[in-house]
Every structure is written in structure tokens, then in C-alpha cells.
């Protein structure tokens, strides 16, 4: 794991909900980022309360005197992204990548609504600035808090080498990290990792209630399946072996597992009916760039 591209870097969070508290709880247990300013009208969650190196500002123009974020990472719904934007032009300066990872928000979005500062163009010049604002679109998971996340990123030609490496040892950082060149690929990716987590969960919750509806006690029945999905999770994680072929080493011939697949893969299985949720998410995400 790299993460020397991150480290001592200054942050802005706007946002420090589900996900970015996520990321920000994986930066910090790194060790990553010297220096963190968070923007969260509901104040800093319990965790970071106290934490010398995160200090909780109202807004982009409330930084600590001299603050200039390396990264201002972009992590409040897409519905209000729009409103929230405007308030951070005037951070836009060839220092700083704006990483975004919001669902659906398409990098031609943040151009439009980050432009170019006044500032910037008085204090630099046009050319000094660039092309504007640099930004990445990524779409992280969950699984980020324990450092075990997978993103999907993609740039804009303004970012530069250094800010693609910069933002890399930061998503690495908190898991593994595949950047893509084709940006519409985000919303499959959004709809296979960025939502997969709660598909997971929901065989969990699946999982136990059919152990209960077999005779086992509520607690046991989640425990077993908690423990379960966990540990094929871990395995999957650790081996080689591709996941068809771990399924393969369960299931004895003629045996208990092959019953319930046979359940399970009947007809087309329950392919058809990941299929169908994985476009709708797809769908939603693209319909949120609107
Ligand atoms: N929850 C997840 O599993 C994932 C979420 N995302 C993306 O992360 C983003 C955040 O989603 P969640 O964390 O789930 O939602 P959330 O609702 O938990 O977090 C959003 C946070 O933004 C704060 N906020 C509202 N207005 C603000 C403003 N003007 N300035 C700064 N903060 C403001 C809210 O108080 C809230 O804490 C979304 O764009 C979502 O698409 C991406 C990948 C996975
Ligand atoms: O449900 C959502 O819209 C967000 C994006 C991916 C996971 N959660």
C-alpha cells in the first residue's frame, strides 16, 4: 500500500456522512492527511470529536487562516450538490483537486458549477490556472471505514499527474483503487460496488431468516449468516481461487450444498434478478446527473 502521495496532505470534507465519515475513519486510522477541515452542518461525529488533526468549519470561506486544501473531497448527496458547488469556487486553484463521490454527478457537472475563481485568475493569471478546476469522479463503498473499500476513478485532463497520485494513495489508502479512462462506466460501477455492500447485507438478513424458518434460534440463525458471508468474504479476499471455483470446493457431489443450489440455480437462477437490480441502480445513478 502506498500511501506516500497522501501523506501530511491538507483536506477539505464537505460532507461527513455514511460515506465520507467512512473515508475520513480510513484516512485517519492510515494516518494519512496531516491536516483535515470538515464542512457538516450536523457537527463532527463522535469519533472525531477532539481529534487535533480535524477541526469542523461552517463553510469553504471558514477555513483556518493559511488553509489550503490539497484535496477537497466532495461527499454530500447528489441532490444537493448543485446548491453546495458554488460556495467552493473560489477554492479552485491549480493546488487542488476536487474529488468527488457522489453518485450519478458526472465531471462535466462540477466544471460547469466550479468554473473558474475570480481569485485565481487575478493572483495567477489565466495561464498559471489552467483549464479550470481539476477534478476526479470516483465511486467508493462502505467497506472504506475498514480499510477494505473498492473505487472506481476517473479525471479530467486539468489533473494533473501528481494530483491523480495524490488522490490514488488516498482512495488506496482506505482499499483497492481501478482507475478507467470511459467516465460512463461509473454507473455500472456505482451499481455493482458502490451500492453492492446492501446486497450483501440483504443475503445476511435473507440467510437468517431462512435459518430461523429451518428451526434455528433468531440470534444464532444472524450469527451463523453474519459469520458466514464474513468469512466466504475473507476467503474470496485471500485466495487465488476465482469464486466459481471456491463455490465448486463447497459443494460435494450429491451432497447438502448441491441441494440448495439446485434451488438457487434453477432455471436461470438468480442471475436474471441481479441483472434487473444492477441496471435499475445504473439507471438511477444516470438519472441523478440530472
Ligand atoms: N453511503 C454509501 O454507501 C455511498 C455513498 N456515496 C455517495 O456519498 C455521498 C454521501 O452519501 P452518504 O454519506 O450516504 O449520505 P449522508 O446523508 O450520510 O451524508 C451526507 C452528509 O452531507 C451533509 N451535508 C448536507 N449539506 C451539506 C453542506 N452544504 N455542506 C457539507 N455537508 C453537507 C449531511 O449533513 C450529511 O451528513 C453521496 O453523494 C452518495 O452518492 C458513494 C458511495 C457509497
Ligand atoms: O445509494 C446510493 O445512492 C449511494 C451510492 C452508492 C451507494 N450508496
Redesign the pocket.
Known sequence: MTQSGAQGCTLLL?????????MLDGWLKAGIASSVAV????GLPESLRGNPAVVLVS?PDALPAGFAPDVVV?????Q??D??LP?YRALVRPGTVFL??????TIASFESALGESALGESALGKSALGEGAAIVRS????PAAIGRGMTVAVGNPVVTEAQKALCDSLLRAVGDVAWVEDESLLDPV?AVS??G??YVFLMVEAMAKAGEAAGLPAELAMRLARATVAGAGELLHQSPTDAADLRKAVTSPNGTTQAALDVLMAGDGIQPLLDRAVAAAARRSRE?AK
Open positions: 464537505a460532507g461527513c456522512g455514511k460515506m465520507g465519515g467512512a464542512v457538516e452542518p450536523s463553510g466532495l461527499a454530500v448527496k447528489p444537493v450538490m446548491t453546495v460556495a468527488s463521490v457522489a453518485a450519478g454527478k465511486m467508493p463503498n462502505t456505482t458502490g451500492s455492500p446492501a441523478l
